[in-house]
Each structure stands twice: as C-alpha cells, then as structure tokens.
C-alpha cells in the first residue's frame, strides 16, 4: 500500500514508511503449507464411491479455510502502515474499515523498544512510544527496531533525523 502524501500537513516529510515485518506472518505460511497438505491426504483417501460430492466437499473446506486463516492475516498485514515523519507517527491498518492514529513527536517523552530471542534473529523489535498523558503506542513487528528507534529519538530530541 503506497502511503498518500495529501494527509501530510504542509512543511511535513517523511522519514520513514514501514509494515509489520514478514515474521508476523509465518504462523499464516505453516497454515496454508498445512492444509494443503491436509487437502492433498483427504483427496487421495476418497474412496471412489463417495466421488466427486466429498472431493468438491473437501475442496470448499479448503477454500473456507484459506480465505479466513490465510488471505484475511495477508490482506490485514498488506493494509497496516507505520510511518514516520518529521512531526508526528502514523499508524493505519485495515482492509475495509480503516483505523489510524496519529501521535505527535513533541509528545513523546520516553522511546524504547524490546526485542525477543527471535526478534533479534530475524531483524525486528517491539517499539514503545510513551507520553505524560496517554498510554504508551506500541508497535509490534518494527523491520530494524533498532534503527527506528533511533530515528525516532534523533527526530524528538534534534528535530532532524541522522543523516547516513
């Protein structure tokens, strides 16, 4: 999903566009890997008598499965944004119903980010934004946590993100 440059305000850049990482997706990959093979097992068990009404049974089964477990996680993980400008984070995710929220730089008192044993092996972190005011904005899956949190930090404390 191409971020649209209208929603910026004006003298507003951004420094940063992501998703979620891939790894948010990996439990969605065993689940099609696993039904297609649950799907190829019960086509070749169908005794020939009961064809083909349980072969387009089975067949339907898989489509169901398919769309709920494996498109629906895709298409929410196409449609879910993290972007960083030089004023303010906005988040947007949805595929029909959109949700965003907007949180501004100068209110962010304190960035930190966690990242598990597998977060680090694949490149990736929990990033918490925290303000005086509100909860904390907590982004999961962040691709190179690390440096977006430094990014973020530069950004609020310089007001201009470090140059590479």
Known sequence: MAFRKDIL???EQVVMH???????????ILILFLAS???GIGLALIPEQYKPWTTWVLLGLYLIAIIWFVLKPWLL??????????????TRKGIFNK?????????????N???????RIFGCGTLIL??????????????????????????????????E
Request: aromatic residues 8%; glycine residues 4%.
């Open 113 to 119: 980010y966690e990242s598990s044993f597998l977060d």
């Open 9 to 11: 305000s004006r003298d």
């Open 37 to 39: 093979a649950l799907l």
């Open 77 to 90: 993980w196409l449609s879910a944004t993290y972007t960083v400008t030089n004023r303010r984070i906005i």
């Open 99 to 111: 949700t965003g929220h907007d949180f501004p730089l100068r209110s962010i008192n304190n960035v």
């Open 130 to 163: 925290e303000t005086a005011a509100e909860k904390p904005l907590t982004l999961p899956d962040v691709p190179g946590v690390e440096r977006v949190h430094v990014v973020i930090a530069d950004l609020i404390f310089d007001g201009e993100p470090d140059p």
């Open 18 to 28: 992501l998703r979620t990482h891939i790894k948010s997706l990996i439990g969605v």
